[in-house]
């Protein structure tokens, strides 16, 4: 049960009833400067991950090329390997005994000659791989430069707006803070679950045109007296938000609107 700081006593449902009222109001005002804001935070973190995920692709790019440049020098070995072959099969066919040993060391010969030209076409594969990756990771960078200077213009933009509303949002929370203990817990409670799911974020409305302010169905008379009565608390039985009347919300209606 929610009491009065001052008297210790338990707060009436219409004072209970204000405060929420007021409570929402409050809220309603931070909601506004969140919209004043609009999609920069979102922006801004979306473009944080988007550099993240560029760095990334350059590190991915960068640590393929080593393993090309590994793979590289081991196409060469074999090079170096086979033209040693060659070259000491070709000094054994000088001193070949019978055409049998002549056609062996040919054959090897032959068969280092295929592993060169192998290995030579691996060579300018991996080179054009090298190439292809080298010019991905400079259009990558040139990606990243650009992402990088939206990102610092749009936090500037953001630090901007936050550093113009952060004292008037946090005097607006300290407000919201200290009008809590004056509700109960199980309609704060509520009142917070209703307005996590409200579109306008409205968890209590006053009637207007003798229907909800928040869904504008209509009340049925009796039901609009016990909301001027200030007894209990009443929910609109379509879209669950908080009812009070426009006089406790502070509100004046115009002839036409009540």
Not at 75 to 88: C, V, Y
Not at 187 to 204: C, E, P, Q, S, V
């Amino acid at each position: 049960m929610a009491t009065d700081k001052n008297t210790s006593e338990p707060l009436s449902v219409e004072q209970r009833l204000k405060s929420l009222y007021e409570l929402q109001t409050i809220l309603s005002e931070i909601d506004r400067i969140k919209t004043i804001r609009g999609e920069l935070p979102l922006e801004v973190k979306d473009l944080e991950d988007n550099i993240e995920g560029l760095k990334t692709r350059i590190d991915n790019y960068t640590r393929e090329i080593d393993e090309l440049h590994i793979k590289l020098v081991t196409e060469k070995e074999k090079i170096n390997e086979a033209e040693s072959k060659i070259a000491r099969y070709k000094e054994q066919l000088d001193n070949v005994r019978n055409n049998r040993e002549f056609d062996l060391l040919s054959k090897e010969v032959e068969f280092q000659t295929l592993e060169i030209e192998l290995c030579e076409k691996h060579i300018n594969d991996f080179n054009r791989a090298i190439e292809n990756k080298t010019a991905d990771i400079e259009a990558t960078r040139e990606s990243l430069s650009d992402h990088e200077h939206i990102l610092q213009e749009k936090k500037s933009e953001l630090d901007e707006i936050v550093s113009e509303t952060r004292q008037e949002e946090e005097s607006l929370r300290e407000k919201a803070k200290s009008l809590e203990p004056r509700i109960d817990t199980r309609t704060l409670a509520a009142f917070k679950r209703i307005r996590k799911n409200a579109r306008n974020g409205l968890g209590i409305v006053y009637i207007q045109r003798n229907a909800c302010g928040g869904c504008f169905n209509r009340i049925p008379p009796q039901k609009q007296m016990e909301i001027k009565m200030h007894k209990k608390v009443i929910v609109c039985e379509y879209c669950g938000r908080i009812m009070i009347d426009p006089e406790l919300a502070g509100v004046t209606l115009a002839p036409g609107e009540k």
